[in-house]
């Protein structure tokens, strides 16, 4: 079993940053991608940006220029730096990981607030 935990979360007025971070644990198999997911109100959950073990990534067109996924591949943990923030970006951020083993696992998820 893995567990993620996610940390960074808050509230930040439009136009600031906010870094989340996203350790797993447990019995971590090798870990193909790990990545962050968001889900506003009333919205269905969205890729933000996952990276994969080689470090190779991937982004969302909204947030392409203003966010920047990175990992810690020996911590097993996965950074989202997030700047120039807008309140479109308000929404609960979700950490995934993926697994040689085909087992995905999801973390509780960090609300980020964005004021206009």
């Known amino acids: 079993q893995v567990q993620l935990a996610e940390s960074g979360g808050g509230f930040v007025q439009a136009g600031g940053s906010l870094r989340l971070s996203c350790a797993a644990s447990?019995?971590?198999?090798?870990?193909?991608?790990m990545g962050w997911y968001r889900q506003a109100p009333e919205k269905q959950r969205e890729l933000v940006a996952i990276?994969?073990?080689?470090?190779?990534?991937t982004y969302a067109d909204s947030v392409k220029g203003r966010f920047t996924i990175s990992r810690d591949n020996a911590k097993n943990t996965v950074y989202l730096q997030m700047n120039t923030l807008k309140p479109e970006d308000t929404a609960v951020y979700y950490c995934?990981?993926?697994?040689?083993?085909?087992?995905?696992?999801w973390g509780k998820g960090t609300l980020v607030t964005v004021s206009s």
């Open positions: 447990g019995i971590v198999f090798s870990i193909k991608y």
């Open positions: 990276i994969t073990s080689v470090g190779t990534t």
């Open positions: 995934k990981s993926f697994h040689a083993d085909d087992m995905a696992y």
